[in-house]
């Protein structure tokens, strides 16, 4: 195969970048803030009802 001296030869053909991942936002994970929230609410109502039972009961003091 003869190259033509009258041209410089062309450039490599250039690959495209890849493409970066897409980071998600908050919105697409908006099913595990709700998990997260429901398991706070539910780990402090669980301690309430412990440290009542530690404290001796729902007896006041008259």
């Given at each position: 195969m003869t190259v033509p001296v009258d041209r410089p030869p062309a450039p490599p053909a250039e690959e495209p970048a890849p493409k970066a991942p897409e980071k998600h936002g908050i919105e697409d994970r908006s099913w595990l803030l709700l998990i997260a929230v429901l398991l706070f609410l539910a780990l402090a109502f669980v301690g309430m009802i412990a440290?009542?039972?530690?404290?001796?009961?729902?007896?006041?003091v008259r």
């Open positions: 440290l009542t039972a530690l404290g001796g009961g729902t007896t006041y």
